[in-house]
């Protein structure tokens, strides 16, 4: 299995190795330098320049504020039984069974036809023994880290409508055929979310798989949330003809 990871910029200890592979907001060629301004950029650039050439059948693509935490032998051993059903396209640790015309499912508040299982890392203020918030000399509060599970119907599952995209894995066979991440979508927002109709648009399956990752992210959405969803919806709604929620039973139209 090799990994892609999205960065901004490089930092001394992200140096690629033969499995794990950085891919920065800027690429230095020889004539020019490479801007990478999207998730979907940053990934396809992978997919045609490391993922194709190193010909190894399993790709992990995960954000840099995700860590797993499962031995990376236990990882293969279990996504190679997955991709052995050659109907499964795309693997990740939860997700939703239908995805609703709101174009999201995830939050304290998500619908129970969620799946899968994610350890969500955040902040919290810093406490004394009494309750109390910790403060520095300058009056401000001091913030710890935390971290607990999003278990939702937890284990293997691959009756998805998507999954979420701070760790997803792939067979090779399904780039080596043509699957893309779509550049419209800019930022970091839904290029997750659309890999995955697109999977389910050829009749392939969507899956939750048993591992245990830990995200550590603040799930604060960029101020083009709104417009970025917009296009995604757009695009998926003309596809279904209106008919939400999205499923694997799904009918796509031209």
Known sequence: MIQIIPIKERKEDQKDTDKIFYIPNEIKQKKKTLVLDSMAAKYNYAIENIVLKNEDPIICFRHDDAE????????????TNAFADKTVGCCGLIGTMALENSCTWWGPNRPLQTAGYII???VRPKLDENGKEIKNEKGQVLMEKIEYPMADF????DFMATVDGCCMFFPLWVFKNGLRFDENLKEFHFYDCDICLQLLEKGLKVATIDLVVKHQSSGIPSKNFNDLKLVFF??????VHGEWPISNISTFYE
């Open 154 to 157: 937890p284990g293997y599952h």
């Open 68 to 79: 797993i935490r499962s031995p990376i032998e236990v990882c293969e051993y279990k996504l």
């Open 234 to 239: 757009n695009k998926w709604n003309k596809k």
């Open 120 to 122: 969500q890392g955040g």
